[in-house]
């Protein structure tokens, strides 16, 4: 999971589950972390389009009936989640979850401008491939490099297209997520599935930050 809260990138996955690992107009993200030897296989049964981890249905990893029971659902819904959320913003915005990770970011930053290096505390990418994430997007218009007295490597600015690109995706993002997760769920399961998440993310050391999250509008 990177910074800004969202999971990591699986191209492997991503290939496994039929989805684009790299879209023209940006690297898509898989919502399931790094989980090693782990791949997405379609799960048996009648050309079922459910996602599961290679041998989870055989109680890999010495997990009890009742983990399996937890983890095999969790672990199915975020990857999915992710992949439609993914292609939601690809199709109707040009837009990878990368790309709104950056805008946002800058969008909320002092001038609208960020060091390479500040961005990546946003995303994580090593920085060789941020840096070529941020030319695809500056050759898109989205951003634009410059100069800077002291700074190595300049800095990062949003654009106008960029903002506009923006405006146009959270909309997009938001509503996509109340259909596929927040209307699904009772007033009761959502403040459940908050303190759940929460839980877990201060048992893994990550401290939410509303300025690091983008507004879904």
């Known amino acids: 999971m990177d910074r800004s809260g969202r999971p990591g990138t ?41 996602l599961t981890p290679a041998g989870a249905s055989a109680g890999s990893g010495g997990l009890t009936p009742a983990e399996e029971r937890l983890w095999l659902p969790f672990y199915t819904m975020q990857v999915e989640l992710w992949r439609r959320l993914s292609r939601k913003l690809q199709t109707e915005a040009g837009l ?41 997007m500056a050759a898109r218009g989205l951003v634009r490099r410059e100069p800077q007295p002291g700074a190595r490597g300049g800095v990062v600015v949003l654009t106008d ?33 908050e303190q759940i998440s929460t839980t877990v993310s201060a048992h ?6 509303p300025a690091r999250v983008p507004d879904c509008g």
């Open 10 to 50: 699986v191209t492997g996955e991503l290939e496994a589950a039929g989805a684009d690992p790299e879209a023209e107009t940006g690297e898509v993200e898989s919502a399931a972390g790094d989980h090693g030897a782990e791949v997405l296989t379609a799960a048996a049964g009648g050309g079922s389009d459910v």
């Open 96 to 136: 990878s979850e990368p790309d709104l990770t950056v805008l946002s970011a800058l969008h909320g930053a002092p001038e609208q401008r960020l060091r390479p290096s500040q961005l990546g505390e946003f995303i994580d990418y090593e920085k060789s491939r941020l840096s070529r994430h941020v030319d695809r």
């Open 161 to 193: 297209a960029g903002r506009g690109a923006l405006d146009r995706a959270l909309p997009i993002r938001a509503a996509h997520l109340r259909s596929v997760l927040f209307d699904a769920l009772s007033a009761e399961q959502t403040a459940q599935l």
């Open 204 to 209: 893994l050391g990550l401290v939410p930050s």
